[in-house]
């Protein structure tokens, strides 16, 4: 039954209560690991859990395979599984991560939740290409570095969904003298600086 929107998306009982339980269980890890910045934790679930799935809104409708590259605490790619369980349910994700304790903590979500996952213990620029539907990254790499990753991961009809903070004219005017791309912009939902930056056709100038 459909209960609740988040970010514009219906979801079921289930999905929130997923969410919620993925909440839990990365707060009890990051005791442990550091896999959010402690000072974030007293607003979670707007600084994490909806800014994750404000990206899922942007997946096309068709999309097989999602690339989520330096995942750490599954940011957005374990909250864009959860919303795809129930919304998409044929993409599969392959979270690229290169720390391995943080990889363990991905590996115990996905089997907690019964995500169509997979992790990578691996680095964005070592992994085999992945020819991604869809690739997104969040807090990686400044953007004339993300796109070397972001490209050798996607495919050639794909798009790139990249959360970027209120540097984003400096980091896109850098980029742009050694990348072209489309490109697209949309407002954070939860930070007035921020914007969601979605490109296609990303090649070398
Ligand atoms: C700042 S954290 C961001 C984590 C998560 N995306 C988020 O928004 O909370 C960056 C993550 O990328 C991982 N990482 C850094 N360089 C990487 C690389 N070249 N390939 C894969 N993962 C990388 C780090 O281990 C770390 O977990």
Sequence with gaps: MTIQPICG???SRE????LHAYAALLQKWNAHINLVAASTLPDFWDRHIIDSAQLFTHAPAN???WVDLGSGGGLPALVCAILAKEHLPECQFTLVESDARKAAFLVTAVREFGLNAKVLTTRAETTPP???DVVSARALAPLPQLLEWVGRHLAK????LLPKGKNYTEELAAA??????DLALFDSQTDPLAKLLILKDITRV
């Design 176 to 181: 742009q003298r050694e990348w072209h791309f």
């Design 9 to 11: 998306v219906n979801v």
């Design 157 to 160: 009809d794909g798009v790139a």
């Design 63 to 65: 999309a097989r395979h």
């Design 130 to 132: 992945q020819s991604a």
């Design 15 to 18: 999905t929130l209560d997923r």
